[in-house]
Structure formats: C-alpha cells, structure tokens
C-alpha cells in the first residue's frame, strides 16, 4: 500500500512526559509499520476538551479549535486531520460542524483568527485515528502486518463515550460498537463478547474534581472486564486509559476489591503484534505493567 | 448579586425561557423538549445531580430562575453524550448544560465551592497562559485549590496516583519550569479576547 499522510493533532495529553505519551510512542510504532505518516500541526494549541466552558464563553472555545483547524489547512492543505484523543476529536469535529451550520459563527471566529493572522475555510475532514485505521487501511490489511498473534489472551474492548458519542465511527451502533472486538480478534486475541460496561462512562474530567463519584463508575467499569475473564483492557482514549488505570490502588481500598488490571490501547496491542519491541510499544508506560505482552514483545 | 444579573432580571423579567434563548448556548432548543425523561436516566452521575436534565427543562419554563442558576447540577455533567444519543427530539443537552453552567457563572450565581467549577476554570487559566495544558501545574493548583491543609491532604492521597505516573514518564517535575507551551501565545491570547469581545457583543444585541 502507498503511504498515506495526516495532519495530526496530538492533544496535550500526548505530549512528552504528559499523560498520554506512551499512547503516542505506540501510535508511532503503529504508523511506521503501516506506512502512515503523521504530520504533526506546526504550533498547535488545546482544545480545552469537554470542561472549557468554566472559564471560556462559546466563540472563545470555537476559536480555539479554529486555529488549529486553519494552521492545518495552511500547513498541509490536501491532508484530513486526525487526532488520537477523543476529547480532541470531539471538540474539533464539533467545531467544524457548528461553523459549517452558522456563517455568522463562522464569520466572528474568523474575526478572531485574523488577530493571530490566520484565516478558517471550513473545508477539512476531522478523524479519529481508528477511522483511518478501519475505513483508510483495513482490518483485513491490519491483520496482514501480525508477525507475533496475542494468542491465549482474553481482552475486555472499553469503547467509553467520546469515541462513540455523539459522533461514533461510522458504521457503527452506539450501544454496542465492535471495532475494539475486531481489533482484539484481528491480533489473534480473543475478545470479551459480553462487556456490559463497554460504553459506560469513567467520569471524564470529573475524575479529576469528584474523585469518589467517578471512582464508582470506574470499578463497575474494571469488574464487568473482571468478570467476564479479562487477561486486561484495551482502550481507544486517553481519559478512559488513565482513569481505568491509575485509581485501581485507591478503588480496592476503599471497596475491599483486588484489582491490578492492564489497560493499554489499540495502537499498543497493534505494535505488540507487529513485532515492535517493549519500548517502542510504549509498555514502560504502564502504571500497571502488561506482563502478557511484555513477554510476548520480548521474545 | 452582579450588576450583570440585575440587568439580566429586569430585562427579561420572569421570562426565562426567553433569557435563556437569548443568553445560553443552544438555549433556541429548550422549547423542543417534550418532557419524556429519557435524558435524566442517563447521566452516569444521575443520583448526584439536583435537578436532572429534563427537570431543569421544566423548571426553565416555570421561571425557577434562581434555582436553576445556583444549582449545582449542571456542574455533575461528565459529556459522556448519553442524553444526546438517545433524546427523541434532538436537543443537544449536553451543551445546554455547559451552556447553563457558563452563564450561571458570568451572572455570579454559580455555587462557590463547587469542584468541578473551580477545576474547569483552573483548566480554562491553565490553558490560555500558554496555550497547552501543563498537566502537573494543573495538578498542583487542583490539589491546593481548597486551601492548604486541604491540599496537602488530597496531595497525601494522590501521592503513589502520582509517583506511579512519574516512574513511568507520563508526568514530569521539569513541568514546573515551564513546560509544553505554544510559540504564538501572543497571537492565541489576542484571538481569545477578540472571540470574547464579538461574544459579548452578539448577546447584548440579541433577546
Ligand atoms: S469514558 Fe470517560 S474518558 Fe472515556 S470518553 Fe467517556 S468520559 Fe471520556
Ligand atoms: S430526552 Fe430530550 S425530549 Fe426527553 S426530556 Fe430529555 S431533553 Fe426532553
Ligand atoms: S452528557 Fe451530561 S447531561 Fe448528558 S447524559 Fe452525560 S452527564 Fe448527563
């Protein structure tokens, strides 16, 4: 297959030594050996995710996704935008479709463009990397790159929410979305059929500002993965990563559980199965280590 | 009380349904709603919120301006999407509550110590200093943001959360120092205060 190329948006969480930035070194892995060249926007800026409306009216947080929307159009012009989070594709995608709905909106914001000296046409696809792996590459063309299968593992695919509300990935329904079964299934693992919590909220950001409540989501999210035989728990977004991973020591304390629960991406499983080594697939950045794939990336 | 929300009072004077047409994101839609409740059984954190979406729906109507505006409940959103996903009439309730919460922030009637509004304005200050989001500082300021002793005790809690993410590199003290930031914050922090200004006013000429 030819190479294919993005405009990328990272996302703060992404960054070096930020939150994220195992899922980024094992998004790279990915992408070199499916030949997708990510072209990262030149300055781009946050999005201010899904809680921006404390501090900043409509247009403002319009605005801000505009600019990195109009920095890609001057940058790479004939490339889609893809972004690796969910709150980042989100905030964008809505961006582009409330300015495409309102020209008075998209006038005034690009009003307020013009004073960083930058103009929006509007014209640009915004994309979730996993639509570029199953609509631009293929789950067949995926399955094709597996040099070492995950067989013997059992994985519980938590979609969440943003990924999958309001826009999804096309094709797909938002109370049982498959792409993460067919992802687990296409790298020789197998996948936990009867996940009830699988598009269940962590409580986003609300994690962060109520601790015990989102904290309750979360272990209903960890035991349904628990009890339906889970080895560890994949998912697609950067939020439901880290709040499904690093609370686990505070949530068997409070409730008296014993959980010690891998949850890694796609793009982890992705590069564990091309070949890629420990490192490059980002498993040094496991609060909770993936054993499992650590030996299989080892061997 | 702000002189902004006197204003607001007079001006539309027991309408607030036509307030919040006028004022709130995506207010137009309130109308819409047909009261069937689907939305108020979706929220994940549904037993924590005051008034569930569908009620303050309700209570928009029955001028329950005060209630609506200092409740705490828009605040539990987590835009988990749910609500918007399944509501029969399209609205989408999401940015309405974001949009309530917004506004009930500018007229001063937002709960003081509500968490979740404190983090997302830490969140917003945070963002617009330099463009990106240092996760650390934020972090910190989330920690102390009830004071001190408060702090210090919520820093205790988080201290193996954090000590977990530094082994692993997916935080960093360097942060401290700076950080992640944008080359043309000069330019963002004027688009930013230009989009506030165009925002201000289209809502003074509107309603
Ligand atoms: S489950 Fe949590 S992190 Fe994931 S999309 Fe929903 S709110 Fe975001
Ligand atoms: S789901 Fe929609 S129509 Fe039903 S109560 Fe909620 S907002 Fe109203
Ligand atoms: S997006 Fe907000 S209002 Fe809608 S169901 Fe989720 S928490 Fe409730």
Request: some cysteine.
């Given at each position: 297959?030819?190479?294919?190329?993005?405009?990328?948006?990272?996302?703060?969480?992404?960054?070096?030594?930020?939150?994220a930035s195992n899922y980024q070194v094992s998004v790279d892995a990915m992408c070199q050996e499916l030949d997708i060249e990510l072209n990262e926007i030149p300055d781009w800026n946050c999005c201010s995710a899904s809680i921006g409306y404390a501090g900043g009216g409509e247009l403002p947080r319009l605005a801000l996704s505009a600019r990195n929307m109009a920095l890609s159009e001057q940058a790479h012009p004939d490339q889609d935008i893809v972004a690796t989070c969910a709150a980042c594709w989100l905030a964008t995608r809505e961006t582009q479709e409330r300015l495409g709905e309102d020209d008075e909106l998209l006038a005034e914001t690009n009003q307020a463009l013009a004073e960083a000296g930058l103009k929006l046409k509007n014209d640009k696809k915004i994309r979730h990397m996993v639509e570029v792996l199953i609509e631009?590459?293929?789950y067949e063309e995926l399955g094709k790159h597996v040099k070492k299968p995950l067989e013997g593992l059992k994985i519980a695919g938590y979609v969440g929410c943003q990924t999958n509300r309001p826009f999804g990935i096309h094709g797909e329904s938002f109370e049982n979305p498959k792409?993460?079964?067919?992802?687990?299934?296409t790298v020789g693992a197998e996948a936990c059929n009867d996940y009830e919590k699988k598009v269940s909220c962590c409580g986003g950001a609300l994690a962060f500002s109520e601790p015990e409540k989102s904290q309750a989501l979360i272990k209903d999210i960890l035991e349904s993965a628990y009890d339906n035989g889970a080895d560890m728990i994949v998912t697609p977004c950067p939020v439901c990563q880290m709040n499904t991973e690093v609370y686990q020591d505070q949530i068997n304390a409070k409730y008296g559980t014993k959980f010690k629960m891998p949850v890694v991406y796609y793009s982890t499983l992705l590069s564990v199965a091309y070949g890629k080594s420990a490192k490059e697939c980002g498993l040094d950045g496991q609060v909770i280590r993936a054993r499992q794939l650590e030996e299989i990336a080892g061997k | 009380m702000s002189d902004y929300n006197q204003q607001m009072i007079e001006k539309y004077r027991g309408n607030f349904l036509k307030e919040v047409e006028a004022n709130v994101e995506e207010g137009d839609w309130v109308k819409m709603c047909m009261q069937c409740g689907v939305c108020s059984g979706s929220c994940p954190l549904g037993p924590h919120w005051e008034h569930p979406p569908q009620e303050i729906f309700m209570m928009i109507r029955a001028n329950k301006r005060e209630d609506i505006l200092s409740s705490s409940s828009m605040w539990m959103c987590t835009s988990c999407y749910n609500c918007i996903a399944r509501c029969p009439r399209g609205l989408p309730i999401t940015h309405i509550m974001h949009g309530l919460a917004t506004y009930a922030k500018r007229l001063g009637l937002a709960p003081k110590e509500q968490?979740?509004?404190?983090?997302?304005?830490?969140?917003?200050?945070?963002?617009?200093?330099?463009?990106?989001?240092?996760?650390?500082?934020?972090?910190?300021?989330?920690?102390?943001?009830?004071?001190?002793?408060?702090?210090?005790?919520?820093?205790?809690?988080?201290?193996?959360?954090?000590?977990?993410?530094?082994?692993?590199?997916?935080?960093?003290?360097?942060?401290?120092?700076?950080?992640?930031?944008?080359?043309?914050?000069?330019?963002?922090?004027?688009?930013?205060?230009?989009?506030?200004?165009?925002?201000?006013?289209?809502?003074?000429?509107?309603?």
């Amino acid at each position: 297959m030819a190479k294919k190329s993005y405009s990328f948006y990272p996302g703060c969480s992404s960054q070096k030594a930020a939150s994220a930035s195992n899922y980024q070194v094992s998004v790279d892995a990915m992408c070199q050996e499916l030949d997708i060249e990510l072209n990262e926007i030149p300055d781009w800026n946050c999005c201010s995710a899904s809680i921006g409306y404390a501090g900043g009216g409509e247009l403002p947080r319009l605005a801000l996704s505009a600019r990195n929307m109009a920095l890609s159009e001057q940058a790479h012009p004939d490339q889609d935008i893809v972004a690796t989070c969910a709150a980042c594709w989100l905030a964008t995608r809505e961006t582009q479709e409330r300015l495409g709905e309102d020209d008075e909106l998209l006038a005034e914001t690009n009003q307020a463009l013009a004073e960083a000296g930058l103009k929006l046409k509007n014209d640009k696809k915004i994309r979730h990397m996993v639509e570029v792996l199953i609509e631009d590459i293929g789950y067949e063309e995926l399955g094709k790159h597996v040099k070492k299968p995950l067989e013997g593992l059992k994985i519980a695919g938590y979609v969440g929410c943003q990924t999958n509300r309001p826009f999804g990935i096309h094709g797909e329904s938002f109370e049982n979305p498959k792409y993460l079964d067919k992802m687990i299934e296409t790298v020789g693992a197998e996948a936990c059929n009867d996940y009830e919590k699988k598009v269940s909220c962590c409580g986003g950001a609300l994690a962060f500002s109520e601790p015990e409540k989102s904290q309750a989501l979360i272990k209903d999210i960890l035991e349904s993965a628990y009890d339906n035989g889970a080895d560890m728990i994949v998912t697609p977004c950067p939020v439901c990563q880290m709040n499904t991973e690093v609370y686990q020591d505070q949530i068997n304390a409070k409730y008296g559980t014993k959980f010690k629960m891998p949850v890694v991406y796609y793009s982890t499983l992705l590069s564990v199965a091309y070949g890629k080594s420990a490192k490059e697939c980002g498993l040094d950045g496991q609060v909770i280590r993936a054993r499992q794939l650590e030996e299989i990336a080892g061997k | 009380m702000s002189d902004y929300n006197q204003q607001m009072i007079e001006k539309y004077r027991g309408n607030f349904l036509k307030e919040v047409e006028a004022n709130v994101e995506e207010g137009d839609w309130v109308k819409m709603c047909m009261q069937c409740g689907v939305c108020s059984g979706s929220c994940p954190l549904g037993p924590h919120w005051e008034h569930p979406p569908q009620e303050i729906f309700m209570m928009i109507r029955a001028n329950k301006r005060e209630d609506i505006l200092s409740s705490s409940s828009m605040w539990m959103c987590t835009s988990c999407y749910n609500c918007i996903a399944r509501c029969p009439r399209g609205l989408p309730i999401t940015h309405i509550m974001h949009g309530l919460a917004t506004y009930a922030k500018r007229l001063g009637l937002a709960p003081k110590e509500q968490p979740t509004a404190k983090f997302a304005q830490l969140f917003w200050d945070n963002l617009t200093k330099t463009g990106r989001v240092n996760e650390l500082k934020l972090g910190l300021s989330l920690y102390f943001m009830n004071g001190f002793g408060e702090g210090i005790k919520t820093a205790l809690k988080m201290k193996d959360v954090g000590l977990g993410m530094l082994k692993t590199k997916r935080m960093t003290p360097m942060e401290m120092l700076g950080g992640h930031k944008c080359k043309d914050v000069k330019g963002l922090q004027a688009m930013l205060k230009k989009a506030e200004e165009l925002e201000e006013a289209r809502i003074g000429k509107r309603g």
